[in-house]
């Protein structure tokens, strides 16, 4: 009997430390698995195509506080010189800075512009691969995700599903303007500027029919993050969704940019949604992987490891398609040159976020924007239009 009793024991025993093993173990991969899905929430976030993460460095008081400062070496042909990179916070009188030197008559350089061209369409030329299309694409072919493992097959039922053509071509447009949403904007009255432009790009469907005086009216391009088709239009899977949707988009004419190759999950939601949407004003287009990351990596060789920013994005892309590119509302600082405190956003209260900060290089990418103005490459507005 003391001999059952004690081998009972000992199975009972085996059975709670089987248990709690396994428990543990669900734990630990629970906590990989939302890990993994943080991280991959972060990427969704600048439609990530295949560019790691920047390194960031966590101050010594706050792990919310991260060090932007970093070296821009550039090995482009337009010779960039070594510049330090701006913090998010920086004195008035480097903000003042900026704005004078911005503001000083500008002159195209069109020789240091043509170089660049050349450089960034080494390989797939913007006015052909901007989106992706039954002409730059064949059925029977992939597209490789490039935030997540594997391909996309373009089928005979999705290559139909492609808009023919682009609609861009080798004859490039006269004056493009490229919307960034910082609030340097708001109160700018620079909308009247930025539709002066034959062409108007703008990022992540910021509102403009309430802010026309400051960011313009004019659209032809506009981005939109999958992940919004997703979470805030289910996907246009329902006509509740469709007509929230087709409202919403009432404001934005021309094309609507979304990075749908970025990642298989949110794949089918955008297929569905360019299938179910219906304008004449617009249409969903899906943004050519190969393209982006061909950017990315001209970019990565000056020192941008991050993330592009949609709006940095479409100002390279703007260069190629466009004879004179001018910029707005790329300002990373928390204050105006006057000293007046500004949100992210010339649209909301958002303020700066330290996601924001993980996975985008925006100081950086400023830098970068204002040396290129320098050069006459671009033309960079700050501040109130005149």
């Avoid at 805030?232 to 004419?253: G, P, V």
């Avoid at 979304?258 to 617009?282: G, Q």
Wanted: net charge positive.
């Amino acid at each position: 009997m003391a001999q059952w009793r004690i081998k009972r024991l000992l199975q009972l025993s085996v059975s709670v430390i089987v248990v709690y093993g396994l428990s543990m173990l669900y734990a630990y991969h629970k906590h990989n698995v939302e890990k993994s899905n943080e991280l991959q929430r972060d990427r969704d976030v600048g439609f990530q195509y295949g560019v790691r993460d920047v390194n960031v460095k966590e101050s010594s008081d706050s792990k919310e506080k991260i060090k932007w400062s970093r070296q821009a070496v550039s090995t482009s042909p337009m010779n960039i010189t070594n510049a330090t990179v701006p913090e998010d916070t920086v004195s008035l009188k480097k903000l003042q800075e900026y704005y004078n030197n911005v503001s000083v008559p500008w002159t195209q350089n069109s020789t240091a512009l043509d170089v660049m061209r050349m450089e960034l369409d080494r390989g797939l030329t913007t006015w052909v691969h901007l989106i992706v299309t039954q002409d730059n694409i064949s059925p029977g072919s992939d597209l490789r995700f490039t935030a997540w493992p594997g391909r996309a097959a373009i089928t005979e039922k999705i290559h139909a599903l492609l808009p023919k053509k682009s609609p861009y071509s080798q004859k490039r447009i006269p004056r493009c303007s490229v919307i960034g949403n910082s609030g340097i904007l708001k109160d700018s009255g620079c909308g009247a500027e930025i539709d002066k432009a034959e062409y108007v790009f703008r990022c992540n469907a910021a509102p403009i029919q309430r802010y026309s005086r400051d960011a313009g009216e004019k659209t032809n391009l506009t981005t939109i993050n999958k992940s919004v088709l997703h979470d805030r239009y289910m996907a246009l899977k329902s006509l509740e969704h469709q007509f929230q949707f087709h409202n919403d988009m009432i404001e934005y004419n021309g094309l609507l940019w979304v990075p749908a190759y970025a990642n298989r999950p949110y794949l089918d939601d955008c297929y569905n949604a360019r299938r179910t949407f219906k304008s004449e004003n617009s249409e969903i287009v899906f943004g050519h992987p190969h393209h982006f990351t061909q950017v990315s990596k001209y970019w990565a060789a000056q020192g941008v490891h991050g993330i592009l920013t949609t709006g940095f994005y479409l100002v390279s892309a703007a260069l190629n398609l466009c004879e004179e590119t001018h910029v707005f509302g790329f300002w990373p600082f928390l204050e105006t040159p006057d000293g007046e405190t500004i949100k992210f956003h010339y649209y909301d209260d958002v303020g700066f976020t330290s996601r924001t900060k993980r996975i985008h290089e925006i100081p950086l990418e400023f830098q970068l924007l204002y040396e290129h103005h320098r050069r006459g490459i671009l033309r960079m507005h700050i501040g109130k239009c005149k």
